[in-house]
């Protein structure tokens, strides 16, 4: 995780946030690696979670909890 030629040596189970540039290098060490690799543009939206749940508001993660009870997720 960094800029240019800068480098962080990440543990499990930390997550790099990248930033813009061409080029990701991932080097393993030994034992080898697992990752996932997400790309994707910010949303700019309001972002509100409990348990399990991702939502834009406190209603909406209050309705999937419901949802979810009732067996309609």
Known sequence: ?????????LSSPELGLLGGG???????GGAG???????G????EPV???GPFVMNT???VMQAFVDFQEGRF
């Not at 995780?1 to 800068?6: L, R, Y």
């Not at 061409?22 to 393993?28: F, S």
Request: aromatic share 4%.
């Open 1 to 9: 995780m960094g800029a240019g030629a800068e480098e962080w040596a």
């Open 22 to 28: 061409d080029m990701l290098r991932i080097v393993a």
């Open 33 to 39: 690696a697992r990752l996932i690799l997400v790309a």
């Open 41 to 44: 543009r910010p949303l700019r």
């Open 48 to 50: 509100v979670r409990h």
């Open 58 to 60: 406190k209603q909406e």
